[in-house]
C-alpha cells in the first residue's frame, strides 16, 4: 500500500504562484510514475502532468504546459508542481496519485491522496 499526502495548496490571487508537494509513505515511490490531477466544482477530474521513475519523462496537459512544472525527489519520496500565473481557472482541488509506467489517464492509477484545494481569486 501507498499513502499519498499533498500539501501546499490554499488561496492566491490571479497571476500569482504556488507549489504542491505530495510526500508518499509506505512503501517507496522511486520507480513508480507519479502525477497530478484535478477537480473543478461541478466538474470531472482531469489529468494535470505527470513525471516518470527517473525524472526524465514528464507528460503535461497541454493547455498547461506553459505555467506548470513537474519535479520530483526520489530521496524524499516526493512530487511537486510548481504552478505559475495562476488563473481563477485554475480553482480545483488537486490530487497526486502514482502507478506503475507513464499515464495520462486517471483510471489507470492506482493510489490517490486525499487531495489539497487551490483557490485563484480575480
Known amino acids: 500500500q501507498v499513502q499519498l499526502v499533498e500539501s501546499g495548496g490554499g488561496s492566491v490571487q490571479a497571476g500569482g504562484s504556488l507549489r504542491l508537494s505530495c510526500a508518499a509513505s509506505?512503501?517507496?515511490?522511486?520507480?513508480?510514475?507519479m502525477a497530478w490531477f484535478r477537480q473543478a466544482p461541478g466538474k470531472e477530474r482531469e489529468f494535470v502532468a505527470a513525471?516518470?521513475?527517473?525524472?526524465?519523462?514528464?507528460r503535461y496537459a497541454d493547455s498547461l504546459k506553459s505555467r506548470f512544472t513537474i519535479s520530483r525527489d526520489n530521496a524524499k519520496n516526493t512530487v511537486y508542481l510548481q504552478m505559475n500565473n495562476l488563473k481563477p481557472d485554475d480553482t480545483a482541488v488537486y490530487y497526486c496519485?502514482?502507478?506503475?509506467?507513464?499515464?495520462?489517464?486517471?483510471?489507470?492509477?492506482?493510489?490517490w491522496g486525499q487531495g489539497t484545494q487551490v483557490t485563484v481569486s480575480s
Open positions: 513525471i516518470g521513475w527517473s525524472g526524465r519523462n514528464t
Open positions: 496519485a502514482v502507478r506503475q509506467g507513464m499515464s495520462t489517464i486517471l483510471n489507470e492509477y492506482d493510489y
Open positions: 509506505g512503501r517507496t515511490v522511486s520507480s513508480y510514475t
